[in-house]
């Protein structure tokens, strides 16, 4: 059974940085795509960046400059770093990833920013 654990999601002044780790766990032999999603309150997900097994990055307008994705594919992980946070990147974040067809998502994690 494949499993995706998200970490790092806080509460974060504007201007500050959170660090946010999907760790993927479970039979998996070839990931394909890998990306993070929001979700803010009343509205639907977005896809906030995405990288793939040939590390074409891809960023929401929204996030560009500010947020940079990357992957470990020894540990199978990716991480979102992410820098001048504002209020309107509070949102629930998800990890996804697809592997051979199949689309796998985490549970979320809670992201807050204050101003």
């Known amino acids: 059974q494949v499993q995706l654990v998200e970490s790092g999601g806080g509460l974060v002044q504007a201007g500050g940085s959170l660090r946010l780790s999907c760790a993927v766990s479970g039979s998996i032999f070839s990931i394909n795509f890998m990306a993070w999603h929001r979700q803010c309150s009343g509205k639907q997900r977005e896809l906030v960046a995405s990288i793939t097994s040939g590390d074409w990055i891809n960023y929401a307008d929204s996030v560009k400059g500010r947020f940079t994705i990357s992957r470990d594919n020894a540990r199978n992980t990716v991480d979102l770093q992410m820098n001048s946070l504002k209020p309107d990147d509070t949102a629930v974040y998800y990890c996804?990833?697809?592997?051979?067809?199949?689309?796998?998502w985490g549970q979320g994690t809670q992201v807050t920013v204050s101003s």
């Open positions: 996804q990833i697809i592997a051979a067809k199949n689309d796998y």
